[in-house]
Nanobody, 124 residues
Framework: VQLQASGGGLVQAGGSLRLSCAASGRTFSSYAMGWFRQAPGKEREFVAAISWSGGSTYYADSVKGRFTISRDNNKNTVYLQMNSLRPEDAAVYYC??????????????????WGQGTQVTVSS
């Protein structure tokens, strides 16, 4: 599986962005998917995850109520809608795929495939 993240950019605080992650391969619909982010000098951290069916979603406390993860298995794409962005949301955002759809959706080591990252910058 190859993952291609896009949609990052520069936005003012309070604004919105929608990230997309397009996946190659016929098995996308069987994978759980996650979004992580990494700011300069910080560890990569969990942002959101979605089950293979889209029926379950999970969020870090820091983004709950502001971000929404979704997927379209017909398009092999997972999305991250980010609203009410804050300067502390600025980071490189990565999408990731979990072949086994395990329960440790918040653990980056759970994931088998990673996209290249897309930069999100939030100006105050």
């Amino acid at each position: 599986v190859q993952l291609q993240a896009s949609g990052g950019g520069l936005v003012q605080a309070g604004g919105s962005l929608r990230l997309s992650c397009a996946a190659s391969g016929r098995t996308f619909s069987s994978y759980a998917m996650g979004w992580f982010r990494q700011a300069p000098g910080k560890e990569r951290e969990f942002v959101a995850a979605i089950s293979w069916s889209g029926g379950s979603t999970y969020y870090a406390d820091s983004v709950k109520g502001r971000f929404t993860i979704s997927r379209d298995n017909n398009k092999n794409t997972v999305y991250l809608q980010m609203n009410s962005l804050r300067p502390e949301d600025a980071a490189v955002y990565y999408c990731a795929a979990d072949r086994h759809s395990g329960s440790s959706y918040y653990d980056l080591y759970e994931y088998d495939y990673w996209g290249q990252g897309t930069q999100v910058t939030v100006s105050s």
